[in-house]
């Protein structure tokens, strides 16, 4: 359990930059699809065959979504995965450069009222920076909180610790710095 705590704390230390382009939350949601169900009464969009929702710059992606809207007008969407195709996500992260975080599982629930992105079995967050993998972390759930920045990782799918249950793994990349500059030989004088 220490471990456990241990690696949560390390994670959120490595990560505590990563939060997700403001911007977004204005941006006009896209979805694109091979066949789509729509239940106008229960509020509930079926989305089946190569799905790929675009939000400014989150990228959602699935084999299949169900996307529901509450009644304030906000989307809930549960995007699952096939054999051999996981879902994934993508999302900029504000600050200076290119920083981005993606990850991918088995299944992926994205709420745009919260912009909490839950990830379920076999979740995994990659952060990069400058398109190299700066961190990466995995584990059965992992939760992406973008507006508070903050990571959550559990050992079970339901998103609480579980002794015995498993163990996650978390890699973080050596900051590459530029090499000392070689001394100027001094000057003579003539």
């Given amino acids: 359990m220490k471990k456990l705590i241990l690696s949560a704390t390390m994670l959120l230390l490595a990560v505590a930059a990563a939060h997700a382009e403001k911007a977004d939350a204005n941006k006009p ?3 694109k699809y091979d066949d789509l169900q729509i239940d106008d009464v229960k509020q509930i969009k079926t989305l089946i065959g190569n ?8 990228l959602l ?6 996307m529901t809207t ?4 906000y989307d809930f969407v549960v ?6 195709t996981p879902a994934t ?8 450069g290119d920083q981005w975080v993606e990850g991918e599982a088995e299944r992926i629930e994205y709420s745009n009222k919260t912009d909490l992105v839950k990830l379920f079995s076999k979740a995994k967050i990659r952060r990069l920076e400058g398109g190299r993998l700066s961190d990466e972390v995995d584990g059965e759930f992992i939760s ?3 507006r508070k920045e903050q990571f959550a990782v559990k050992n079970s799918v339901t998103g609480e610790s579980k002794p015995g249950a498993g163990r996650g793994t978390m ?20």
């Fill in 51 to 58: 799905v790929i929702l675009t939000r400014g710059t989150l």
């Fill in 144 to 146: 992406y909180d973008s």
């Fill in 171 to 190: 890699v973080i990349q050596p900051v590459i710095r530029p090499a000392p500059a070689a001394p100027t030989p001094p000057a003579t004088e003539k």
């Fill in 61 to 66: 992606k699935s084999p299949k979504a169900v």
């Fill in 89 to 96: 996500f993508r999302q900029k992260r504000d600050g200076a």
């Fill in 70 to 73: 509450d009644a304030e007008g």
């Fill in 29 to 31: 949601t896209t979805i």
């Fill in 79 to 84: 995007l699952t995965s096939t054999p051999g």
